[in-house]
Every structure is written in C-alpha cells, then in structure tokens.
Nanobody, 124 residues
Framework: QVQLVETGGGLVQAGGSLRLSCAAAGRTFSSYAMGWFRQAPGKEREFVAGIRGSATTTLYADSVKGRFTISRDNAKNTVYLQMNSLKPEDTAVYYC?????????????????WGQGTQVTVSS
C-alpha cells in the first residue's frame, strides 16, 4: 500500500513563507517523478511543481516560478515545496503525487498516487 502524507500547511500573511513536506511510504520512490498540485475552491486541480527521481530536473508552473522551490531527499523518501513570497492567490489545498516512472508530467491524471492534501491559506 502506497501512502503519501503532506504536512506543513497553515495560515500565513501575504509575503510570508511555508515549507510543505510529503513523506512517502510503502515503496521506494527514489527513481520516480513526484509532483505538487493545488486546488482552490471552484477550480480544477493544477500543477505547481515537479521533480524527477534524480532531482536533476525540476519544472514549475509560471505562476510560482521564482517563488517556489521543489526538492527531494531520497534517503527519507520525502519531497518538499518551499514557498516564498506567498500571495493570496496561492490559497488552495496542496497535494503531492507520485508517478511510478522517470517521466515528469504536469497533468494530474498521469499520477497514480495522491496524498490527502494540506490547506494553505494566505491572507492579504
């Protein structure tokens, strides 16, 4: 059974920072692509950032480029999302996801395993 558990969400003022963590269990994910997605009320789930197993390749949505940084610690089976200069429009439930392959995708349906999500709220 694959489990992904996100932590680190919360309430922060605009301009602040948060660091999300996603701990994976049930399988070794060191060679797999992992992604962060978010979903705001009334909107579709959207890609935020992704990272390949080797961590040599990362990808970001234009809306977060330069503010968010994705990283991973394969020894801990954990992926992180450092979020700086947060804006009210970043408010959403954030999910991590795993695709058991080396290829990095931005489409949610290409990912097989999902965490339960963690709420991020940015106040103005």
């Amino acid at each position: 059974q694959v489990q992904l558990v996100e932590t680190g969400g919360g309430l922060v003022q605009a301009g602040g920072s948060l660091r999300l963590s996603c701990a994976a269990a049930g399988r070794t994910f060191s060679s797999y692509a992992m992604g962060w997605f978010r979903q705001a009320p009334g909107k579709e789930r959207e890609f935020v950032a992704g990272i390949r197993g080797s961590a040599t390749t990362t990808l970001y949505a234009d809306s977060v480029k330069g503010r968010f940084t994705i990283s991973r610690d394969n020894a801990k089976n954990t992926v992180y999302l450092q979020m700086n200069s947060l804006k009210p429009e970043d408010t959403a439930v954030y999910y991590c996801a795993v695709r058991p392959s080396m290829v990095l995708f931005t489409t949610p349906r290409m990912y097989d395993y999902w965490g339960q999500g963690t709420q991020v709220t940015v106040s103005s």
